[in-house]
């Protein structure tokens, strides 16, 4: 069986955008335009217009209204436009694809979903449906449910389009005289459109693609009140006071319900959580900015952005301002669409080259939620896969991986993990659980094993954090922040021992067997030497049974044991919490820093962690 860390390596368990496609309907209608086009301006309303536009910096946009106000298209039309043109643009048709994630703020109806809707204006056949609810947001917790489907092999291509038609919350006849700045920021802020992208299991052949390294979504909503809202008078609904509770659509409208308003003092506020969560990625060796190609973030006004660069450069980080793309000046704000229409316009002018990284910024002020996702633009599949040649009767040792001819770190690594996976494969106790013929005392000896060994895992960690040099700082930072997860896991360990039954007392006392021995001393020893860039090796032997092994495990233990969920613990967080740690690490081995002689140093000691980490499992029989 392929495990997931070697499958991730070589596309079959990871996911890329393969294809990008938008639609804006309409002719660009310029400031100068607007107020004709949304109606309903006075002297006042002209004031505030002026002021607006002038903060936001957007010159261009686009609406589905027609000169007299009507809607010209549907929500779900500018969607499929979307689809339709990002699957020109891979050559497919509605038929290839196997799941449709849609984001808006707003569907055309209310019953049923966006989704339902889309899937049935552009065809194709069955397929799993997802409808994310939200505002700008929502687009990434559409990409990131389609990344993991794609990730777990459970679907092949997976449509995300992000569309918006504001237009209609914008119109004269929605506002019956209301004046509340706060209604009338968005009204010169929001307009119509949609982006779409594809995400597929390997890259295509014939274009680069962009690798889904990770995406992140969190709400801060605990913490902060409603900021962007419709539906209610107040900045928080309460029982009785929202639109469906006012006996009818029309006094809702009259009350002023129906209303799009922003609360425009949060924004400072808005902009400092994102900033934190920004950091608290970078902190945690997910984002590098110095090592950043491009930042794509979306924003409602320039003026956002600038507060953004300041709180940024008051903290004393370089900024390239040429690096962060941006085209609200000429698309304007179209919500949850606007991140796909600024990937588009990159995708389709060229702008991002085989390894090259990319960060995805999204802040939604609607209740403060933030996503980001970061990507790696790689080579076309043809030019990265090399075909290795084995005689048909050439004698390849069961013990020895197949050699490779090219340099790729990747395809080196692909070649130890399955070489490991054989290994594994022989030893007794991994045998028995594969055969279905685990006892509670293979279960116990394994957890009073590892722990030996998971004990001195933060200390090797720390160890070679403290001899990185200046050069490696981002992989000092990294180490410090993984060591800071982990130093406290053999405690799960124990906990889970003491669950089935086993002594505290005794697994504290235990010693390591003859392959933990050697393993803890070998780590030790690498962790020592200057600049120890091979413990990547090292990190994707590890990380990589948490993430391809780890779950797989703890659920047959879990079966033929009886256990409980708190029986099975660390295995069970470690095939959830590895998946993000060996996203990192992919994301370090792509970088431009993994040079031949780092490819070297890598592939060495993952060789070497893999036969002593199997030696560790097979003395597990010889006590």
Same mark, same amino acid.
């Given at each position: 069986?392929?495990?997931?860390?070697?499958?991730?390596?070589?596309?079959?368990?990871?996911?890329?955008?393969?294809?990008?496609?938008?639609? !804006?309907?309409?002719?660009?209608?310029?400031?100068?335009?607007?107020?004709?086009?949304?109606? $309903?301006?006075?002297?006042?309303?002209?004031?505030?217009?002026?002021?607006?536009?002038?903060?936001?910096?957007?010159?261009?946009? %686009?609406?589905?209204?027609?000169?007299?106000?009507?809607? @010209?298209?549907?929500?779900?039309?500018?969607?499929?436009?979307?689809?339709?043109?990002? !699957?020109?643009?891979?050559?497919?048709?509605?038929?290839?694809?196997?799941?449709?994630?849609?984001?808006?703020?707003?569907?055309?109806?209310?019953?049923?979903?966006?989704?339902?809707?889309?899937?049935?204006?552009?065809?194709?056949? *069955?397929?799993?449906?997802?409808?994310?609810?939200?505002?700008?947001?929502?687009?990434?917790?559409?990409?990131?449910?389609?990344?993991? /489907?794609?990730?777990?092999?459970?679907?092949?291509?997976?449509?995300?389009?992000?569309?918006?038609?504001?237009?209609?919350?914008?119109?004269?006849?929605?506002?019956?005289?209301?004046?509340?700045?706060?209604? %009338?920021?968005?009204?010169?802020?929001?307009?119509?459109?949609?982006?779409?992208?594809?995400?597929?299991?390997?890259?295509?052949?014939?274009?680069?693609?962009?690798?889904?390294?990770?995406?992140? @979504?969190?709400?801060?909503?605990?913490?902060? $009140?409603?900021?962007?809202?419709?539906?209610?008078?107040?900045?928080?609904?309460?029982?009785?006071?929202?639109?469906?509770?006012? +006996?009818?659509?029309?006094?809702?409208?009259?009350?002023?319900?129906?209303?799009?308003?922003?609360?425009?003092?949060?924004?400072?506020?808005?902009?400092?959580?994102?900033?934190?969560?920004?950091?608290?990625?970078?902190?945690?060796?997910?984002?590098?900015? /110095?090592?950043?190609?491009?930042?794509?973030?979306?924003?409602?006004?320039?003026?956002?952005? #600038?507060?953004?660069?300041?709180?940024?450069?008051?903290?004393?980080?370089?900024?390239?301002? +040429?690096?962060?793309?941006?085209?609200?000046?000429?698309?304007?704000?179209?919500?949850?669409?606007?991140?796909?229409?600024?990937? =588009?316009?990159?995708?389709?002018?060229?702008?991002?080259? *085989?390894?090259?990284?990319?960060?995805?910024?999204?802040?939604?002020?609607?209740?403060?939620?933030? +996503?980001?996702? %970061?990507?790696?633009?790689?080579?076309?599949?043809?030019?990265?896969?090399?075909?290795?040649?084995?005689?048909?009767?050439?004698?390849?040792?069961?013990?020895?991986?197949?050699? @490779?001819?090219?340099?790729?770190?990747?395809?080196? !690594?692909?070649?130890?993990?399955?070489?490991?996976?054989?290994?594994?494969?022989?030893?007794?106790?991994?045998?028995?659980?594969?055969?279905? =013929?685990?006892?509670?005392?293979?279960?116990?000896?394994?957890?009073?094993?590892?722990?030996?060994?998971?004990?001195?895992?933060?200390?090797?960690?720390?160890?070679?954090?403290?001899?990185?040099?200046?050069?490696?700082?981002?992989?000092?930072?990294?180490?410090?922040? %993984?060591?800071?997860?982990?130093?406290?896991?053999?405690?799960?360990?124990?906990?889970?021992?003491?669950?089935?039954?086993?002594?505290?007392?005794?697994?504290?006392?235990?010693?390591?067997?003859?392959?933990?021995?050697?393993?803890?001393?070998?780590?030790?020893?690498?962790?020592?030497?200057?600049?120890?860039?091979?413990?990547?090796?090292?990190?994707?032997?590890?990380?990589?049974?948490?993430?391809?092994?780890?779950?797989?495990?703890?659920?047959?233990? /879990?079966?033929?044991?009886?256990?409980?969920? #708190?029986?099975?613990?660390?295995?069970?967080?470690?095939?959830?919490?590895?998946?993000?740690?060996?996203?990192?690490?992919?994301?370090?081995?792509?970088?431009?820093?993994?040079?031949?002689?780092?490819?070297?140093?890598?592939?060495?000691?993952?060789?070497?962690?893999?036969?002593?980490?199997?030696?560790?499992?097979?003395?597990?029989?010889?006590?």
């Amino acid at each position: 069986m392929r495990g997931p860390a070697r499958m991730r390596l070589n596309g079959g368990m990871n996911a890329f955008i393969t294809a990008a496609g938008a639609y !804006l309907p309409g002719d660009p209608v310029g400031n100068d335009e607007i107020a004709a086009r949304l109606g $309903g301006v006075d002297e006042r309303g002209d004031r505030l217009r002026r002021r607006i536009l002038a903060a936001n910096g957007i010159a261009k946009r %686009h609406y589905a209204l027609d000169e007299r106000g009507r809607t @010209t298209e549907l929500n779900e039309e500018l969607a499929a436009a979307a689809l339709r043109s990002m !699957l020109d643009d891979r050559g497919l048709d509605p038929a290839d694809l196997d799941m449709l994630a849609t984001a808006t703020t707003q569907g055309d109806l209310l019953v049923p979903g966006f989704a339902s809707m889309v899937h049935g204006r552009i065809g194709g056949g *069955p397929m799993q449906l997802l409808s994310a609810a939200g505002v700008c947001a929502s687009s990434l917790a559409a990409l990131d449910a389609a990344v993991a /489907k794609v990730r777990l092999g459970d679907r092949e291509r997976a449509a995300v389009v992000g569309s918006e038609l504001a237009s209609r919350w914008l119109r004269a006849s929605r506002f019956n005289g209301a004046n509340d700045t706060d209604a %009338h920021f968005l009204r010169w802020m929001l307009s119509d459109g949609a982006g779409s992208v594809l995400v597929e299991a390997r890259p295509r052949p014939d274009r680069p693609s962009l690798r889904v390294d990770w995406v992140r @979504t969190v709400s801060l909503a605990h913490e902060h $009140g409603v900021c962007m809202r419709a539906g209610t008078d107040g900045s928080s609904p309460a029982a009785g006071r929202t639109w469906q509770d006012m +006996g009818s659509a029309a006094a809702a409208e009259q009350a002023g319900m129906m209303l799009l308003r922003q609360d425009t003092s949060a924004l400072g506020a808005l902009a400092e959580a994102g900033l934190k969560e920004f950091a608290s990625l970078a902190q945690r060796g997910l984002i590098d900015l /110095k090592r950043l190609d491009h930042v794509l973030c979306h924003y409602s006004t320039n003026a956002f952005r #600038d507060l953004v660069f300041d709180q940024l450069a008051s903290t004393g980080a370089q900024i390239d301002t +040429g690096r962060w793309f941006s085209n609200l000046e000429t698309r304007g704000n179209t919500g949850a669409a606007s991140i796909f229409i600024a990937l =588009e316009e990159c995708w389709r002018t060229g702008r991002f080259e *085989p390894g090259q990284t990319v960060l995805l910024a999204v802040p939604e002020s609607g209740r403060f939620t933030f +996503g980001f996702a %970061h990507l790696t633009c790689v080579a076309p599949e043809a030019a990265q896969s090399v075909s290795v040649q084995v005689p048909e009767r050439a004698a390849v040792p069961a013990h020895e991986p197949v050699p @490779t001819s090219d340099g790729n770190v990747f395809a080196r !690594l692909d070649a130890v993990w399955e070489d490991f996976e054989r290994r594994l494969g022989h030893v007794p106790v991994m045998r028995r659980l594969a055969d279905g =013929e685990s006892t509670l005392d293979d279960y116990l000896r394994l957890l009073f094993n590892l722990r030996q060994q998971v004990a001195d895992g933060a200390r090797w960690i720390s160890r070679a954090a403290s001899n990185f040099s200046v050069d490696l700082f981002d992989l000092r930072s990294a180490a410090i922040g %993984h060591a800071g997860e982990e130093h406290r896991d053999f405690m799960m360990i124990e906990r889970d021992y003491a669950a089935c039954g086993g002594s505290i007392e005794a697994i504290r006392a235990g010693r390591k067997n003859i392959g933990s021995e050697a393993l803890s001393a070998y780590m030790f020893h690498t962790a020592s030497q200057p600049d120890p860039i091979g413990l990547l090796g090292a990190m994707f032997v590890i990380e990589g049974l948490g993430t391809g092994k780890a779950s797989e495990w703890a659920a047959q233990f /879990k079966e033929q044991l009886g256990l409980r969920d #708190d029986q099975v613990s660390f295995l069970a967080y470690h095939g959830d919490a590895d998946d993000d740690h060996f996203a990192k690490l992919q994301a370090i081995l792509a970088s431009p820093r993994i040079d031949a002689a780092a490819a070297d140093a890598i592939v060495s000691t993952a060789k070497v962690v893999a036969r002593l980490y199997a030696l560790q499992l097979e003395e597990l029989d010889n006590v």
